[in-house]
């Protein structure tokens, strides 16, 4: 589904992506993971084409996306912003009908099958009881869905979402996770998500890309990835591992500093 | 579910345009010599339908040769600051924004005010072209100082278009500075912004540029929408950013250029009806782009009226009636609802 090969990008001086190379499948659900500056956020522009990669090239399904109109992109890639506001404040179902932009080209306005495709990706959100309320009266976690919905909108095969649970409370939270989740094994939409959340990527995502200073450190299974090594090498702080009880996936417990270890 | 299709855009506007006529039927009958609305009526629809002319004469030369080029002039450039207020707002995402902010009238009254001290008359064509000149070298040098590494940042572009803004200023200053008496007279009022200097052929020379500028913003008036919630939000959908802002750009200071050069600097309109408008209609601009022209067009018609009425047989220059009136409704309407929810 998406190629990296030996993808460099760089704003001025120093790479901050330096020769990455992996790929995903269709359908999988990976996690980027990595410390403030090791280029999350930037991956995830260069896969939409926010920036332009000065080494290197994406594939997607096979195709060079510097090959392929925004609006091509736009078709296939949606992305999940991590806080957008408007200068004049929309109406929820008008966010997300702009969803529905990439089909429209010149077409200034949405037809009944627009409508029809948002309202499902509404009814899927369950925003549908708020589409007539301005979007800046709503929640964060209300707003969140709304950006899921304009996502889904736009009918893609690939989400992007960059820090989505920055901002919520732990309730909205599982929430939004359960639904992320759900469009992942329901819908068969590939995701990616870039998080400062390790636990969370631990037990929600299929594989792991862990960041380092612009490279890839660590690239697999949860359990490859979420080491006491890895992360300490990674981070540059103590963390204890062990397995979540429930789930059984790894789980992180930071130790405050000078925290003696024992073994157990 | 609402949402915003053709048939209420063509609803809204022509309830707007309805009201547009009333307007100009009210502007045609005010003056030095009144016509009652009967008799304009029928005046104007006979000129509209072609039909022989009635047997009054005088008023018939007066509001058809007079006060109607006058009043369609008036509502051309309402509309045209109006859409261009409109498209700034939304291209620099700053709800200070109007059709001045980036310079286009400082050169444009640098090219007016050379013509002014060269001799040509203020009611010559070489007025309005030496200040469309002015305009223009303005809107290339902004353009050319605020693109940078092939793009057009809006911080950049509005710091160059007010910095480049503010030498002309200066420029006008110095000019101020060094003119004659008489010449000041003239200068100061087409600085306010005054209809007397407009000739019915001005009116063909401003209909191309607000025609063409209209029709190409309104062509983008849906990813306009887009981009309101910022350059990366419109890109993600999908929309060609870098043409957007250059072709916005493009036509809403072309619009401003043919405007000021014909009537000098109006402010307020470009300010405060896209505010109004929006608090009416909603932010989407396939609505508010059409709301925004017409409701500016009845604007600046009526403020037409009241400049050459409200002191006469002295007549004001408009700029002087849109601020006394645009400003305190401005205030009304911030103090009454949030303009913008984010200030």
């Given at each position: 589904?998406?190629d990296?090969h030996?993808?460099s990008?760089?704003?001025?001086q120093?790479?901050v992506l330096?020769?990455?190379?992996?790929q995903?499948e269709?359908?999988?659900?990976?996690?980027?993971?990595g410390p403030?500056?090791?280029?999350?956020?930037?991956?995830?522009?260069?896969l939409?084409r926010?920036?332009?990669?000065?080494?290197g090239?994406?594939?997607?399904d096979?195709?060079?996306l510097?090959?392929?109109?925004?609006?091509e992109?736009?078709?296939?890639i949606?992305?999940v912003p991590q806080?957008t506001?408007?200068?004049?404040?929309?109406r929820?179902?008008?966010?997300v009908l702009m969803?529905?932009s990439?089909?429209?080209g010149?077409?200034?306005?949405?037809?009944?099958k627009?409508l029809?495709?948002?309202?499902?990706a509404m009814a899927?959100?369950?925003i549908?009881?708020?589409s007539?309320?301005f979007?800046?009266?709503?929640?964060?976690g209300e707003r969140?869905?709304?950006?899921i919905?304009?996502?889904l909108?736009q009918?893609?095969e690939?989400?992007l979402?960059?820090?989505?649970t920055?901002n919520?409370?732990?309730?909205h939270?599982?929430?939004?996770l359960?639904?992320?989740?759900?469009l992942?094994r329901?819908q068969?939409?590939?995701i990616?998500?870039?998080?400062?959340d390790?636990?969370i990527?631990s037990d929600?995502?299929?594989r792991?890309?862990?960041?380092k200073?612009?490279?890839?450190?660590?690239?697999?299974?949860?359990r490859e990835?979420?080491?006491r090594?890895?992360?300490?090498?990674v981070?540059g702080c103590?963390?204890?591992?062990?397995?979540?009880?429930i789930?059984?996936?790894?789980?992180i417990t930071?130790?405050k500093?000078?925290?003696p270890l024992?073994?157990t | 579910?609402?949402?915003?299709?053709?048939?209420?855009?063509i609803a809204v506007?022509?309830?707007?345009?309805?009201?547009l006529?009333?307007v100009?039927?009210?502007?045609?009958?005010?003056?030095?010599?009144?016509?009652d609305?009967?008799?304009?009526?029928s005046?104007l629809?006979r000129?509209?339908?072609?039909?022989?002319?009635t047997?009054?004469e005088?008023?018939e030369?007066?509001i058809?040769?007079?006060?109607?080029?006058r009043a369609?002039?008036?509502?051309l450039?309402?509309?045209g600051?109006?859409?261009s207020?409109?498209?700034?707002?939304?291209?620099?995402?700053n709800?200070l924004?109007?059709?001045?902010?980036l310079?286009v009238?400082s050169g444009?009254a640098?090219g007016?005010?050379i013509a002014?001290l060269?001799?040509?008359?203020?009611y010559?064509?070489?007025?309005?072209?030496?200040?469309?000149?002015?305009a223009l070298?303005?809107?290339?040098l902004?353009?050319?100082?605020?693109r940078q590494?092939?793009r057009v940042h809006?911080?950049?572009?509005?710091?160059?278009?007010?910095?480049?803004?503010?030498?002309l200023?200066?420029i006008?200053?110095?000019?101020?500075?060094?003119?004659q008496?008489?010449?000041?007279?003239t200068i100061?009022?087409?600085l306010?912004?005054?209809?007397?200097?407009?000739n019915?052929?001005?009116?063909i020379?401003i209909l191309?540029y607000?025609g063409?500028g209209?029709?190409?913003l309104?062509w983008?008036?849906?990813?306009?929408?887009l981009i309101?919630?910022?350059e990366e939000?419109?890109?993600?959908?999908g929309?060609?950013?870098?043409?957007?802002?250059?072709?916005?750009?493009l036509?809403?200071?072309?619009?401003?250029?043919?405007s000021?050069?014909?009537c000098?600097?109006?402010?307020?309109v470009?300010l405060?009806?896209p505010?109004?408008a929006r608090l009416?209609?909603g932010p989407?601009?396939?609505?508010l782009?059409?709301a925004?022209a017409?409701?500016?067009?009845?604007?600046l018609?009526?403020?037409?009226s009241l400049a050459?009425?409200?002191?006469?047989?002295?007549?004001l220059?408009?700029?002087?009636?849109?601020?006394?009136?645009g400003g305190p409704?401005?205030?009304?309407?911030?103090?009454?609802?949030?303009?913008?929810?984010t200030?």
């Amino acid at each position: 589904m998406i190629d990296l090969h030996a993808l460099s990008f760089r704003y001025r001086q120093d790479w901050v992506l330096d020769d990455l190379s992996f790929q995903i499948e269709r359908g999988e659900f990976v996690g980027i993971i990595g410390p403030n500056g090791s280029g999350k956020s930037t991956l995830l522009k260069t896969l939409c084409r926010l920036l332009s990669p000065q080494k290197g090239e994406i594939l997607l399904d096979r195709v060079p996306l510097t090959e392929m109109s925004q609006r091509e992109i736009a078709k296939k890639i949606a992305v999940v912003p991590q806080e957008t506001y408007s200068l004049f404040p929309f109406r929820v179902i008008e966010m997300v009908l702009m969803g529905r932009s990439p089909y429209l080209g010149s077409l200034l306005f949405e037809g009944p099958k627009d409508l029809e495709i948002a309202q499902r990706a509404m009814a899927w959100t369950e925003i549908l009881p708020i589409s007539e309320r301005f979007i800046d009266e709503l929640s964060g976690g209300e707003r969140k869905r709304v950006f899921i919905a304009r996502a889904l909108a736009q009918e893609p095969e690939v989400i992007l979402l960059d820090e989505p649970t920055a901002n919520l409370d732990i309730h909205h939270q599982v929430d939004f996770l359960h639904l992320i989740l759900s469009l992942n094994r329901e819908q068969g939409l590939t995701i990616l998500m870039a998080s400062h959340d390790l636990n969370i990527a631990s037990d929600y995502c299929d594989r792991l890309i862990l960041l380092k200073e612009g490279r890839i450190y660590k690239i697999g299974s949860p359990r490859e990835v979420i080491t006491r090594e890895h992360i300490e090498a990674v981070y540059g702080c103590s963390v204890w591992v062990d397995d979540h009880p429930i789930s059984g996936m790894p789980r992180i417990t930071l130790l405050k500093k000078g925290t003696p270890l024992h073994e157990t | 579910m609402r949402i915003l299709t053709l048939k209420k855009v063509i609803a809204v506007s022509l309830l707007l345009t309805l009201f547009l006529g009333w307007v100009i039927l009210i502007s045609v009958m005010v003056g030095s010599v009144r016509v009652d609305p009967r008799q304009s009526l029928s005046i104007l629809l006979r000129y509209v339908l072609s039909l022989k002319p009635t047997e009054h004469e005088m008023e018939e030369t007066i509001i058809l040769s007079l006060r109607l080029p006058r009043a369609l002039l008036a509502g051309l450039v309402g509309a045209g600051l109006s859409v261009s207020g409109t498209i700034f707002q939304a291209l620099l995402r700053n709800p200070l924004a109007d059709p001045y902010i980036l310079g286009v009238s400082s050169g444009s009254a640098v090219g007016a005010i050379i013509a002014l001290l060269l001799g040509l008359s203020a009611y010559s064509f070489g007025l309005p072209l030496a200040s469309f000149a002015g305009a223009l070298i303005t809107i290339a040098l902004v353009f050319y100082f605020g693109r940078q590494g092939g793009r057009v940042h809006p911080n950049i572009l509005l710091l160059a278009g007010v910095i480049t803004g503010s030498f002309l200023s200066a420029i006008i200053m110095f000019f101020l500075s060094i003119s004659q008496k008489e010449e000041l007279h003239t200068i100061i009022f087409w600085l306010m912004g005054d209809f007397s200097f407009a000739n019915p052929r001005s009116l063909i020379i401003i209909l191309p540029y607000f025609g063409v500028g209209f029709s190409m913003l309104y062509w983008k008036s849906r990813q306009l929408n887009l981009i309101l919630s910022g350059e990366e939000n419109a890109l993600q959908l999908g929309v060609e950013v870098e043409r957007l802002k250059i072709l916005s750009y493009l036509c809403a200071s072309l619009i401003t250029a043919a405007s000021v050069s014909l009537c000098g600097l109006i402010g307020f309109v470009g300010l405060i009806i896209p505010h109004a408008a929006r608090l009416l209609f909603g932010p989407d601009h396939r609505l508010l782009l059409p709301a925004s022209a017409l409701i500016g067009a009845s604007f600046l018609i009526a403020c037409d009226s009241l400049a050459r009425t409200i002191l006469a047989p002295v007549e004001l220059p408009v700029g002087v009636i849109t601020a006394a009136f645009g400003g305190p409704f401005f205030i009304y309407l911030l103090r009454r609802r949030k303009v913008v929810k984010t200030l």
